[in-house]
Nanobody, 116 residues
Framework: QAQLVESGGGLVQPGGSLRLSCAASGFHFSMYTMTWYRRALGKERELVARITSTGSSTNYADSVKGRFTISRDNAKNTVALQMDNLKPEDTAVYFC?????????WGQGTQVTVSS
């Protein structure tokens, strides 16, 4: 069955970097738009970054523009989120999502904590 597994979260100091990765299996990855979402404690889920199936187009939340970069490797069925210049307000659980027409898959999430 379809599966998304995130990795790369952890504790980092403000100004630091982390790279999240999401490994996909069980579906035709290259057909799916991939999105990173996050949910901070007590807040609604927020779209962080999205990349189209071919990787030709990306979009970002205003709060992460210029600091985060989403990329994908369709040969390896992976999508990554490079996060630089991290801020305490980036602290959240980050989720990987795959969507194609009515099909919608989610990972279990990975915790990112930005704190000194």
């Amino acid at each position: 069955q379809a599966q998304l597994v995130e990795s790369g979260g952890g504790l980092v100091q403000p100004g630091g970097s982390l790279r999240l990765s999401c490994a996909a299996s069980g579906f035709h990855f290259s057909m799916y738009t991939m999105t990173w979402y996050r949910r901070a404690l007590g807040k609604e889920r927020e779209l962080v970054a999205r990349i189209t199936s071919t990787g030709s187009s990306t979009n970002y939340a205003d709060s992460v523009k210029g600091r985060f970069t989403i990329s994908r490797d369709n040969a390896k069925n992976t999508v990554a989120l490079q996060m630089d210049n991290l801020k305490p307000e980036d602290t959240a659980v980050y989720f990987c999502n795959a969507r194609f027409t009515l099909k919608d898959y989610w990972g279990q999430g990975t915790q990112v904590t930005v704190s000194s």
